[in-house]
């Protein structure tokens, strides 16, 4: 069975300081892992990865996947009290349900910035 | 529209009702997920759909569970006789392209809070 892992389960940190999420993941056949930012609603789209050692930049937020550790980092640097959500990484098994196109969630990073 | 529109936003039932949950998916997006969320956990994908074609559902936890998308487009998941662990999100999603070998992202409605008293 598919499975991601992700810590720190939640994290306080002060406006401007740096955090990084982590995300570790065991599928049979890997295609892309993938972040979304939830806060009350809908979670949006921040980065799809495919290919290892690769970063993927947005502003403030970066990502880059290790295949071989089989894990992912999501990067929020000078953080502002805007960012403060759940950060859910989820990964596409070839294999797996959703017509090979469903994601495998992991429970997600309750990231609270304090001013 | 823009985005993935979900419809209601919230859902309170007594325990023993139907409920019917909408999702109108964003504009010419092929495939077409729901989930379900409960507290403080991640998504867990329920079912998906191709056009109108409903290709998987093998995250459907039970056979009081039922979705489909007639034409393609908007689609409806139906949940019988509800019961107290029926209650979390469930959210619809959408992307793009329905091959099974896709590197466009899903996009994600609002969700339907369903509580079950």
């Known amino acids: 069975e598919d499975k991601v892992v992700q810590s720190p389960l939640s994290l306080v940190v002060h406006e401007g300081d740096t955090v990084t999420l982590n995300c570790s993941y065991e599928?049979?056949?890997?295609?892309?892992l993938l972040w979304y930012k939830q806060e009350k609603k809908a979670p949006t789209f921040l980065f799809m990865l495919t290919s290892s050692g690769i970063e993927k930049k947005s502003g403030r937020l970066s990502s880059i996947l290790d295949k071989k550790e089989l894990s992912s980092i999501l990067n929020i640097t000078a953080t502002q009290t805007g960012d403060s959500a759940i950060y859910l990484c989820a990964v596409v098994d070839l294999y797996s349900g959703g017509g090979a196109d469903g994601l495998t969630f992991g429970k997600g990073t309750h990231l609270i910035i304090q001013p | 529209g823009a985005g993935v529109s979900q419809s209601p936003r919230y859902k309170v039932a007594k325990r023993g009702q139907d409920v019917a949950l909408r999702c109108d998916p964003i504009?010419?997006?092929?495939?077409l997920f729901w989930y379900q969320q409960a507290l403080g956990q991640g998504p867990e994908f329920l079912t998906y759909?191709?056009?109108?074609?409903?290709?998987?559902k093998s995250g459907l936890p039970s056979d009081r569970f039922f979705a489909e998308r007639p034409e393609g487009s908007v689609s409806t998941l139906k949940i019988q006789r509800t019961q107290q662990e029926d209650s979390a999100v469930y959210l619809c999603?959408?992307?793009?392209?329905?091959?099974?070998?896709?590197?466009?992202?899903?996009?994600f409605g609002d969700g339907t809070r369903l509580s079950i008293l």
């Open positions: 759909f191709q056009n109108e074609a409903q290709l998987d």
């Open positions: 599928v049979t056949n890997f295609r892309s």
């Open positions: 999603a959408s992307s793009r392209d329905g091959t099974g070998n896709s590197n466009q992202p899903q996009h």
């Open positions: 504009s010419g997006h092929v495939s």
